[in-house]
């Protein structure tokens, strides 16, 4: 099947520096790769819709200068979290869409901030 | 705008006991229907999905009908085992698969 990988799986960094999350579909091209925000005991907040060559579309209230995405190429984009907050903690997580079947999901990175 | 809701957890049942998560969706359009998995400590997997009214989708001993009547897709096992512990997320989306809308999960703790 399908495979989205995430990279790094785990990563804690100090508040203040930038972190960067990457995203790869490992056997198919995705035109279409979204990014989530998961707290603690909640669901997926969907943050953005990372579309190949073209700039990507926040859902409201995500700070597109705060977390910064890039999708360079049909099997890679990456968020970065930049000048990031103990607030910034979390579960992110990528998925991808190949062709008409459904998303599937990378397994996820969390991140914490001291 | 397209929502889901799912009952609220945990659930607690004893290893073979029947498993009944309900899911209730509001959407325009004709949504396809899905329920991923999440166990401790790793991301989605997706359990099952139903692309139209009245499909069931089925997998490991899990299965959810697509009811447009009562907009549902409710998530049943008729024997849960200690390894179906997890946090169970229904979803929905539009007819392009982009965008998810996921209930707030439903964590099932089994106890032998």
């Known amino acids: 099947g399908a495979v989205v990988s995430q990279h790094p799986s785990r990563v804690i960094c100090k508040s203040g520096t930038s972190v960067k999350i990457e995203c790869r579909s490992l056997?198919?091209?995705?035109?279409?790769m979204f990014w989530y925000r998961q707290f603690p005991k909640q669901s997926l907040m969907l943050m953005a819709t990372s579309n190949e060559g073209s700039k990507a579309t926040y859902e409201q209230g995500v700070e597109k200068d705060k977390f910064l995405i890039n999708h360079a190429s049909l099997t890679l984009s990456t968020l970065t979290v930049t000048s990031a907050h103990p607030e910034d903690s979390s579960f992110y997580i990528c998925?991808?869409?190949?062709?008409?079947?459904?998303?599937?999901f990378g397994p996820g990175t969390r991140l914490l901030v001291l | 705008g397209d929502s889901v809701t799912q009952m609220e957890g945990p659930v607690t049942l004893s290893e073979e006991a029947f498993l009944t998560i309900n899911c209730t969706y509001t959407?325009?359009?004709?949504?396809?229907l899905f329920w991923y998995v999440q166990y401790p400590g790793e991301g989605l997997q997706l359990l099952l999905k139903?692309?139209?009214?009245?499909d069931k989708g089925s997998n490991k001993g899990f299965e959810a009908t697509y009811r447009k009547e009562t907009t549902s897709f409710h998530l049943e096992k008729g024997s849960v085992q200690v390894s179906d512990s997890a946090v169970y997320f229904c979803a929905l989306s539009g007819g392009n698969f982009n965008k998810f809308y996921f209930g707030s999960g439903t964590k099932l703790n089994v106890k032998p």
């Open positions: 998925s991808a869409n190949r062709g008409l079947e459904t998303q599937y």
């Open positions: 139903a692309t139209k009214a009245d």
């Open positions: 959407a325009t359009g004709y949504p396809s």
């Open positions: 056997d198919f091209q995705a035109t279409t």
